[in-house]
């Protein structure tokens, strides 16, 4: 079944979810006749049997114990029709952030609400189907076009290094050279996405130095940030980190290659490693236009790109990448806006082998 029809299927039980709310209304409303025929007959009973003296406290308090019961009943009630209702509202927030393995139980008294919850698991269970498609369709496209492209950059390399080429030749060969890298690093990032999509739980985890990893990072882009004459203002505490080293490595070269991409030149860049309780926080700071508010809500979505004027140095996978590796590492990720720049802050939790 398509998803859309499913979606059709769950929208048209609207209906039956209006017959369970009358049904509610019904069952209060002859609670609430109940709690006034059983005011009305203790009136009648202490008009006719207790004296005048005994007949307002009795009355008052006859009238409360009802008022009691009918609310207890209705209160229980409430919460019998409206728990698989707020049940079936988190595991739509589930769907709605991508995780469709959510599964409800169908094991409900009333008719109704197992129809829902069953077209509920029906949705779900097509919509992970599809997912597993696109993926796999992605990344066998991606194997697809690796090999060929690597062959194109390859012989492009070939013809660079020919000396009867004339200037416009050369200028040719180089866009060549550059576009055919921007795809292979394009397939890559996709590649690597959809590896550690399929991932439940981070695997290849070693012990090792988390400073002396930002280090690297920081000297491996070193011909970038003096491209622009950046300084890099680094302050890393020395951290031991249990975890997934190559993948932890991808997250710092994507949030500093990010600063210095929208740092103006000549600017400082703050980088900052620190031990804050049971977590390990990293931040780092440029002095950019900052980030929109729309901008930081998809920041972290596939193919996302805020700033229109960078889309050529860019795929739009690198944050997405990011935010997968901090959930498999139990960590976080956030962005935000300082006076004047943008701040990527990291907390990842303090794990033992």
Known sequence: M????IFEEIRSQKDQIFGLRMRLTLIVAAELIVCILLSFGAEMLMKNVLTSEWRLPLAIAALVLGLIIC?????????????????????MEKVADGDFSVR???????????EVYSGF???????GSIEIIQSDFVSNVSHEF????????????????????SEEEKKYVDGIIVSTRRLSTLIGGILLLSKIENLSIPTDQTEF????QIRRSIVGMENLWEEKDIE???DLESIRY?????LMLHVWDNLLGNAIKFSPRSDTIIIRLKNELERIVFTVEDHGEGISEEAKRHIFEKFYQADSSHKQEGNGLGLALVSRIMTLEGGEIYAENIDGGCKFTVKLKRKRE
């Open 2 to 5: 398509k998803s859309r029809e």
């Open 71 to 91: 609310f207890g009943i209705t209160g229980a009630i409430s919460n019998w029709f409206f728990y698989p209702i707020k049940q079936l509202g988190k595991a």
């Open 104 to 114: 409800l139980q169908t094991k409900s008294r009333l008719k109704e609400i197992r």
């Open 121 to 127: 698991n029906m949705m779900t269970h097509e919509l």
């Open 146 to 165: 690796k090999t060929p492209i690597n062959a194109v950059e390859g012989y492009a390399m070939l013809l660079q290094d020919c000396d009867n080429l």
């Open 209 to 212: 130095s988390l400073d002396e």
């Open 232 to 234: 890099i203002d680094a």
């Open 242 to 246: 249990y975890g997934n080293e190559k």
